[in-house]
């Protein structure tokens, strides 16, 4: 299986990613936990993409993608993946269909709000130790600000402030909502709900993964 997560930021992309990564043994490869590891590691791509994360910008299409060829050539991902938050753009989408033509299978998108986004933005508590995430109201450790898993001290992400949480959103729409209609087209694109508990988003995922796929190549030849 090979999946793509669309939706907005704070849709959920990552917890589901999660989930479906647990359920289905292929490994989710998240951009964004990428691009985060390459800025605490200080090395090129991370000192490139630091500033434009912190604004709420798009890092490069070469670098990102250069991220994900890299990835998905290891061995775990032979079998499929689950790509979070890649492709981003039409030039990503271009370039991982040049790097792996017969994919997408699926392109999963969640429905959500935007109030229940920016909620679920604003109050999400990230372990900078391990990575583990955490909201507030939705998913609050058993100790307010301490990782559950290692103890860390919790902290807001530096993109999730208010006004940066704002322009994530409006380069989301300007940059990223057009490749819905881009696979529609080709027959891959599914929309879930994405409003309610974890637990609730993830079986309506279930059940359109249970589903029909898509078949290969549907749209291309019109
Ligand atoms: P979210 O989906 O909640 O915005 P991510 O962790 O997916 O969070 O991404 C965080 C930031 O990393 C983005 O705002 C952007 O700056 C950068 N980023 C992640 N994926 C990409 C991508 N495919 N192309 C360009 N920039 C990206
Ligand atoms: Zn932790």
Same mark, same amino acid.
């Given at each position: ?128 130790? #391990? ?15 301490? #990782? ?75």
């Amino acid at each position: 299986m090979r999946l793509i997560l669309l939706g907005a930021p704070g849709s959920g992309k990552g917890t589901m990613g999660e989930m479906i990564s647990r359920a289905t043994g292929f490994p989710r490869i998240s951009t964004g936990d990428l691009l985060r590891k390459a800025v605490r590691e200080d090395n090129p791509v991370g000192r490139k993409a630091e500033a434009v994360m912190k604004s709420g910008g798009l890092v490069e299409d070469a670098t990102v993608t250069e991220l994900v060829r890299e990835r998905i050539a290891a061995p775990d991902c032979l079998g499929g993946y689950i790509l979070d938050g890649y492709p981003r753009t039409i030039a990503q989408a271009e370039a991982i269909e040049a790097i792996d033509p017969a994919r997408p299978e699926i392109v999963l998108d969640r429905a959500v709000g935007e109030e229940t986004i920016v909620g679920r933005l604003s109050g999400r508590r990230i372990c900078p130790s #391990c990575g583990a995430v955490f909201h507030v109201v939705n998913m609050p450790p058993k100790v307010a600000g301490v #990782c559950d898993a290692c103890e860390g001290d919790l902290v807001q992400r530096a993109d999730d402030a208010a006004a940066t949480i704002r322009e994530r959103l409006r380069v989301y729409h300007e940059a990223t909502a057009p490749l819905q209609a881009r696979y529609r087209n080709k027959g891959t694109y599914r929309s879930v709900d994405g409003e309610g508990f974890p637990e609730e988003v993830y079986s309506r995922i279930a059940g359109v993964l249970a589903g029909p796929r898509p078949s290969a190549g549907k749209g291309r030849s019109a």
